[in-house]
């Protein structure tokens, strides 16, 4: 049994941000953003937003919305992943 998208993307996300939280309580002065966005960058479906406008613009507007629902999906499970991850390292102070 796998986890769907939604999950995967939202776990990836938030194991980017602790490690990268964790890695700024060792070194305190690097560019924490620079380095979330770095990894978050990698589970961007840019895949799927193309082929949603190719679709729609071929005339298959249900593949196209289709694929651009889906890639709204994982985009979502990417901010849920991470706002969390970073709202939990705020309430314990860091």
């Known amino acids: 049994m796998a986890f ?18 964790t890695l700024d309580i060792f070194i305190p002065y690097i560019r924490l953003d620079n380095i979330i966005i770095g990894g978050i960058m990698l589970l961007v ?3 799927s937003i193309t082929n949603a ?6 005339g298959d507007l249900v593949a196209g919305t289709a694929r ?16 969390s991850m970073l ?8």
Do not use: H, Q
Not at 53 to 58: A, H, N, Q, V, W
């Open 4 to 21: 769907n998208n939604f999950l995967l993307n939202a776990i990836a996300a938030a194991l980017i941000v602790m490690l990268a939280k």
């Open 45 to 47: 479906p840019g895949l």
């Open 53 to 58: 406008i190719r679709d729609t613009m071929s």
């Open 68 to 83: 651009a629902v889906e890639a709204l999906f994982i985009t979502v499970g990417i901010v849920a992943g991470s706002a």
């Open 87 to 94: 709202k939990i390292w705020s309430m314990w102070g860091y």
